[in-house]
């Protein structure tokens, strides 16, 4: 029998036992001159069935197992099978640091150095080593490094190795496990599926149909599609919120992450999805809060005001920075412009209404035009309130511009007055514009309720 004979049958056995074992030389020409290379990879078993994984301040981590490790081997085989002269070894592993290893090894000597020393009486040449090996490092190692089933972590890189352990054994999880395609109807492999990003729920849709699907959902402009088959639908409702930026926060966050479809789809598509998606929330949160935003006017992307109450926008596209009101480039706080927004009077009659000073109502209204619009406009509504009042008391002196509506005092003259602000003319009296030609004829005409009354009420003519 050839000297190398246990080795060579050790070797056949072991390959029976782990097929995932390689080997890097042929079986059929071993001798002393040749070193064999192989590696193992495993996984450690854990005696309490799972190993809490434990960090100040993040969540704990279970696992089923520890995965993600390489034993690579050399054996001499005019030395094998003892540890110390005819094998060689080191362990290459994602999670363990280089103290779990160095404990790993003393422990692996430990165990074997008596029963491979050709020096001590428990030595025996037929010992299989590398099964011996194999199934101490598969299954007794785990309960030596971790006695009580709980690792803690001291630093947040040692827990972070973890965690990517725990994704790569629940990826190898999925790729066995069978999944239905809600879209397609069809039981696939988890390698065939991906699972969507639902927030209470695990759904998962074919890689075909998941293609298939969203891109045709996109390309049609079809964003409330745009989400899982399978998960119920709410509708943002707008005048539900009460604080502006929540409202916006839950407005422009997708149902899909954008990211979600980066290397699934298209990159045009994933693009398209960003656009679209914003343009279509910006249109729809203009319509329902009219000073929350607007098109920039030089490259036409909508640009979203971060406070309801400032009129300065800055483009984040082109980085243009122009006024809310007037669209022109910014031109400070101080150089006012027309309002390209007016609030109804329902609105601020409601506003004023609504003495509370925290209700739910008020807080809505707030959110949607702002609170320091609200304060101008009210502001602004009761001092035109207060001077209709003040025009429309018997014998007062003023009177509204037809055109510009400015009020117009007369102190002294006849009926016919002029706007200093705009130049029109107009009747004192009704209010109604004037002919430019002829301003006079308004008090000519018998059919007109002004006959003959364009000196009435002049000083000097009551007896007339």
């Known amino acids: 029998m050839s000297k ?22 042929d079986m059929n020409a071993i001798d002393k001159n040749i070193v064999l290379r192989g590696k193992l990879q495993f996984d450690m078993f854990l005696p309490g069935d799972h190993l809490l994984v434990r960090c100040e301040g993040f969540e704990d981590l279970t696992l089923p197992k520890l995965s993600d490790n390489v034993l690579s081997f050399l054996i001499n085989p005019e030395f094998y099978p003892s540890i110390e002269y005819g094998l060689k070894f080191a362990i290459h592993s994602s999670w363990m640091s280089k103290d779990d290893k160095t404990f790993i090894i003393k422990a692996i000597n430990k165990e074997f ?15 299989p080593i590398l099964m011996l090996l194999f199934d101490f490092l598969i299954n007794d190692v785990s309960k030596l490094i971790f006695p009580k089933d ?11 190795k973890f965690k990517l352990l725990l994704n790569i054994i629940s990826k190898k999880e999925k790729e066995r496990t069978n999944f239905n395609c809600c879209i397609c109807m069809e039981t696939k492999k988890g390698n065939k599926m991906v699972k969507l990003p639902c927030s209470n729920e695990e759904h998962h849709l074919c890689i075909d149909c998941l293609t298939s699907y969203y891109s045709t959902m996109i390309n049609e402009g079809r964003m409330n599609n745009v989400r899982c088959p399978e998960c119920e639908y709410h509708e943002i409702r ?15 966050t997708p149902t899909i992450p954008f990211e979600f479809f980066d290397g699934l789809l298209a990159q045009d598509i994933c693009q398209r999805y960003r656009d679209i998606f914003f343009s279509q929330c910006a249109i729809k949160l203009s319509k329902y809060s009219p000073y929350s935003c607007c098109t920039c006017p030089r490259c036409e992307k909508w640009c979203i005001k971060n406070n309801l109450d400032d009129l300065m926008m800055e483009c984040d596209n082109c980085k243009l920075t122009f006024c809310f009101d007037c669209l022109h480039s910014w031109h400070g706080y101080n150089n006012r412009c027309g309002k390209k927004v007016t609030i109804p009077e329902e609105v601020l009659e409601e506003y004023i ?9 008020k807080k809505a209204i707030e959110t949607k035009y702002g609170k320091r619009m609200l304060t101008l406009a009210v502001s602004d509504y009761m001092a035109e309130k207060l001077l209709e009042i003040a025009i429309n008391i018997e014998g007062s002196d003023l009177q509204r511009c037809p055109k510009c509506r400015c009020v117009v005092q007369r102190s002294e003259g006849c009926n016919r007055m002029k706007c200093e602000i705009c130049g029109t003319l107009f009747c004192y009296l009704c209010g109604d514009s004037l002919y430019v030609d002829d301003c006079y004829k308004h008090f000519r005409d018998p059919k007109l309720p002004c006959y003959g009354r364009l000196f009435e009420g002049m000083p000097g003519t009551e007896d007339l």
């Open 150 to 160: 709980i690792k803690i972590c001291q630093a947040k890189e040692s827990y972070n």
């Open 113 to 127: 150095s008596e029963l491979t020393n050709p020096m001590s009486d428990s030595f025996d040449p037929t010992t």
């Open 4 to 25: 190398y004979s246990n080795l060579k049958e050790d070797l056949k056995v072991l390959k029976d036992m782990y097929p995932e074992v390689e080997l890097f030389f």
């Open 238 to 252: 707008l005048e539900t919120f009460q604080d502006f930026q929540k409202m916006k926060k839950v407005l422009f």
């Open 353 to 361: 209404d609504e003495t509370e000073e925290n209700s739910a109502r």
